[in-house]
């Protein structure tokens, strides 16, 4: 049973358009939310957050979306840029010392220049 | 740099081999974990350790072992290795498992099982 799911596999932008990355949970007592970057051949790094006692957090381009009754989230780069162009994943965790991270399967976002 | 440093960068050992993927860091972080990568599964979760002297099993532990006997070293070995678990396997850090805590990932070590 997938409890983070990324339905879209890929999404295509054309430079500085917005993208709307999506991520959809089912567990509620996930209350922390994270956004992970994946460029080919290197590890994921970390890029934004939110707990869930937010609906809104803004990093430079980056923006999360959270939706608690919806159970939704996304993340909204705007401009998009060429260099964004990478695999993101969604996760989300408990809290609690035992808590552990749970992945989506990831997006691949592609940026025309 | 600081950071985590995963070895080797990639491997290809044949079925029924053993096999230790090493990982290091140096950033002090508590916690440690071993992910595998697979094509339209995400990243899953195979063992972890809060402190040093402890571990856990994640999602898909099975025909995996871990230890960690200081806070630097999570290595993770294969007993005798089978073609699924052909993967590219990260391993990550982080200050604690809970609360605002991310994880801070090595650079992966791609494993072919033939």
């Known amino acids: 049973d997938q409890q983070v799911k990324q339905n879209s596999p890929s999404l295509s932008v054309q430079e500085g358009r917005i993208s709307i990355l999506n991520c959809d949970y089912t567990?509620?007592?996930?209350?922390?939310f994270l956004w992970y970057k994946k460029y080919p051949a290197e590890g994921p790094t970390f890029l934004i957050s939110?707990?869930?006692?937010?609906d809104k957090n803004e990093d430079g381009r980056f923006t999360v979306f959270l939706n608690k009754s919806a159970k939704h989230l996304s993340l909204h780069i705007v401009p998009s840029q060429p260099g964004d162009s990478a695999v993101y994943f969604c996760?989300?965790?408990?809290?609690?010392?035992?808590?552990?991270?749970?992945f989506g399967k990831g997006i691949t976002l592609s940026v025309r220049p | 740099i600081a950071g985590i440093t995963q070895a080797p960068t990639s491997q290809i050992l044949a079925a029924g081999r053993r096999m230790t993927l090493r990982c290091t860091q140096d950033?002090?972080?508590?916690?440690m974990y071993w992910y595998r990568q697979d094509l339209g599964l995400g990243l899953r979760l195979i063992h972890y350790s809060n402190t040093a002297g402890t571990t856990g099993k994640g999602e898909v532990p099975d025909g995996y072992s871990v230890s960690r006997a200081n806070t630097d070293d999570f290595p993770l070995t294969l007993a005798s290795a089978v073609p699924s678990q052909t993967s590219v396997y990260f391993c990550?850090?982080?200050?604690?498992?809970?609360?605002?805590?991310?994880?801070?990932f090595g650079n992966g070590t791609r494993l072919t099982v033939t």
């Open positions: 939110i707990s869930s006692i937010k």
């Open positions: 996760a989300a965790r408990g809290t609690g010392a035992n808590s552990k991270l749970t």
């Open positions: 950033m002090r972080h508590n916690a």
């Open positions: 990550a850090s982080s200050w604690d498992r809970g609360g605002n805590s991310p994880l801070h």
């Open positions: 567990n509620s007592m996930f209350d922390y």
